[in-house]
């Protein structure tokens, strides 16, 4: 069974500066897909950015971006000049391709970050 | 364009009664998904359904928990009766085919408190 985890509870910044969230997973299959979700207090999902295992170039959306390390099973997100609207919980999120799993996301237990003024 | 539409938003019941949750997806969304997240946690998907075929309810629990998609459009989730521990977030989601490289969007859920 693949296993995702997120070992910082909560973190925060200082707006417009830089912080790094970390995620590692564990699965013995070698396609499959890496998402960041986040969740604000509205508690919609929504899709932050997301990584094919496959494909060995970081994924970036805007201020977001991923350092992908496939052999160490490790899948960061990184978000640049942060903003107070990025105050959410973060989830890391893996979804095997094979193996009769029916695409299912397997979520981690999430980071709360907060956005200082 | 509406995205998906989750109702009620909050739920409090009492233990031993039943519960239904309501969740209608983007329109032309064949596929599904209904999450349970529990306070701390990330979601866990409950059931997932392509058209009105339920084709992964491996982790409902049967004995408590049905739900179904009549028409292949809105879908109902219910639990009778309901148990202390069912006290969580339902989140409904939705996406084209079900095929990995599609994105997947959700409702804002449904927060059920159970006393």
């Known amino acids: 069974a693949q296993t995702v985890t997120q070992s910082q509870p909560e973190m925060s910044v200082q707006e417009a500066e830089t912080v790094t969230l970390s995620c590692t997973y564990d699965?013995?299959?070698?396609?499959?897909?890496l998402f960041w979700y986040k969740q604000p207090p509205s508690r919609q999902m929504i899709l932050v950015i997301r990584?094919?295992?496959?494909?060995?170039q970081n994924a970036t959306e805007n201020r977001f971006s991923v350092n992908f390390q496939k052999a160490a099973k490790s899948f960061s997100l990184k978000i640049s000049d942060s903003q107070l609207g990025d105050t959410a919980m973060y989830f890391c999120?893996?979804?095997?391709?094979?193996?009769?799993?029916?695409?299912?996301?397997?979520f981690g237990k999430g980071t709360l970050l907060t956005v200082n003024p | 364009e509406a995205g998906v539409v989750q109702s009620p938003r909050y739920k409090i019941i009492e233990k031993k009664q039943p519960v239904a949750f309501w969740c209608n997806p983007i329109?032309?969304?064949?596929?599904l998904y209904w999450y349970r997240q529990n306070l701390g946690q990330g979601p866990e998907l409950l059931i997932r359904?392509?058209?009105?075929?339920?084709?992964?309810d491996s982790q409902l629990p049967k004995d408590r928990f049905s739900a179904e998609r009549l028409k292949g459009v809105d879908s109902t989730l219910k639990i009778q009766p309901a148990e202390l521990g069912d006290s969580a977030v339902y989140l409904c989601?939705?996406?084209?085919?079900?095929?990995?490289?599609?994105?997947?969007?959700f409702g804002s859920g449904t927060q059920l408190s159970v006393l």
């Open positions: 699965t013995s299959e070698n396609n499959y897909y």
């Open positions: 999120a893996f979804m095997n391709l094979w193996g009769g799993s029916n695409y299912k996301l397997t």
């Open positions: 989601a939705s996406s084209l085919n079900g095929q990995p490289h599609e994105k997947l969007f």
């Open positions: 359904y392509e058209n009105e075929e339920a084709v992964d």
């Open positions: 329109s032309g969304h064949n596929t």
């Open positions: 990584q094919e295992a496959y494909k060995q």
